[in-house]
């Protein structure tokens, strides 16, 4: 869920459902199903059965799922000070980020992280298996897990990683992808190692001859630091995969990833709107009128002072003689309509004449 969409935070309850909002949702498969699921087993205490008889999901699957909500009911029952080293490992093992955990034990994502980090747990990274487990699989194509002994790689290139653009939505679409790549192949030519980490398939920055260490992963700032530290990166490119690299320049900065290129400071300058206009304002750059906006009333709200603002502005600008022009445009163009009109009954009648 997090590779989909990084502001999901896993399968958890999103928002709140009455008794029959819930079951409309569990009946009808839409993008809400999966939070009335998450809801059904958090909040309501829904059975497997129960769940499995209004949305016909297999019950092996519905099982995972309830699972998940009963060790975060378990993991409620402690804090940050008294929550043991397995109950931590069988959280990671289940797929629990460390903002999820450090929201049931009281923590920042942070504090969770270095909590984790100090008890020894930490991810292994894994090879795909492209050859069906018939042949030891040697690709470099790589994810992490907690699910596993030791690592079925090495990390003696410390190369050079650059974080991909994610899924394609709006806004965030093959360009990124092609940045991406052609910053890989740049790399490369200069003779360096790269560490490329992208969950987009679709891609071709996830061509497995693209770069030389590929992980599917989460562009989280939890996994990219996961991997930037086992892999050892002398550095991150971020400034190439849109907007999901940006927003984590920062956060990579404040935990001592060397982020090369454009300075994680003026990319959130560009970023953070507030700080760009602000930035306008004081080298004196004019910028259309702009609100951030949360509520349909503050749209209507700013909509209503967006148009009064205008019709005083073409007052002052003399919208008279604006007026008068669009008149006079109005007749020519009437004009010119006529006489085409008079050119077309002309032609009729010559038509019939003929």
């Known amino acids: 869920m997090r590779m989909v969409n990084t502001s999901w935070k896993g399968f958890e309850p999103l928002g709140t459902f009455t008794d029959e909002e819930r079951d409309e949702e569990l009946v009808r498969p839409t993008p809400n199903r999966i939070y009335a699921i998450a809801d059904a087993f958090y909040n309501a205490g829904y059975s497997v059965d129960r769940v499995h ?6 019950r092996w699957f519905l099982s995972k799922l309830e699972y998940l909500a009963v060790l975060s ?10 929550v043991p080293k397995n109950m931590i490992l069988l ?10 955990i450090g929201k049931r034990i009281g923590c920042s994502e942070s504090e969770a992280r270095k909590l984790r980090t100090s008890m020894g747990i930490t991810p292994v990274v894994k090879q795909i298996d492209t050859l069906a487990a018939e042949f030891p699989a040697q690709t470099n194509y ?5 699910n596993g002994a030791e690592s079925d790689v090495t990390f003696d290139d410390h190369g050079i990683m650059v974080v991909g653009c994610g899924t394609y939505r709006i806004g965030s679409s093959v360009e990124f992808d092609y940045g991406s790549v052609l910053c890989l192949r740049t790399l490369i030519a200069e003779g360096k190692k790269t560490v490329m980490i992208n969950c987009n398939p679709e891609t071709v920055s996830t ?3 693209e770069s030389h260490r590929l992980y599917f992963e989460e562009l989280s700032l939890e996994r990219v630091l996961d991997i930037y530290d086992v892999e050892g990166c002398t550095g991150a490119v971020v400034s190439f995969g849109g907007q999901i690299p940006n927003n984590l320049a920062l956060p990579l900065k404040a935990n001592g990833a060397n982020v090369l290129g454009t300075t994680p400071e003026m990319i959130d300058g560009a970023e953070d709107r507030q700080k760009h206009s602000a930035m306008l304002d004081q080298l004196n750059i004019d910028q259309p009128a702009w609100s951030e906006l949360k509520t349909f009333e503050d749209a209507q709200g700013f909509c209503n002072k967006v148009w009064r603002r205008k019709r005083r502005g073409k007052g002052k600008r003399g919208g008279r003689e604006e007026g008068e022009e669009e008149k006079r445009g109005g007749g020519e163009r009437r004009k010119r309509r006529g006489e085409e009109e008079e050119e077309k009954r002309g032609g009729g009648r010559a038509g019939g004449t003929i």
């Open 53 to 58: 008889e209004i949305t016909k999901i297999d």
């Open 142 to 146: 790589l994810y992490m897990t907690y």
């Open 91 to 100: 959280a990671k093992k289940a797929g629990f980020s460390d903002w999820q």
């Open 207 to 209: 061509d497995f001859d």
């Open 73 to 82: 009911n378990d993991l409620c029952n402690y804090n940050k000070e008294t």
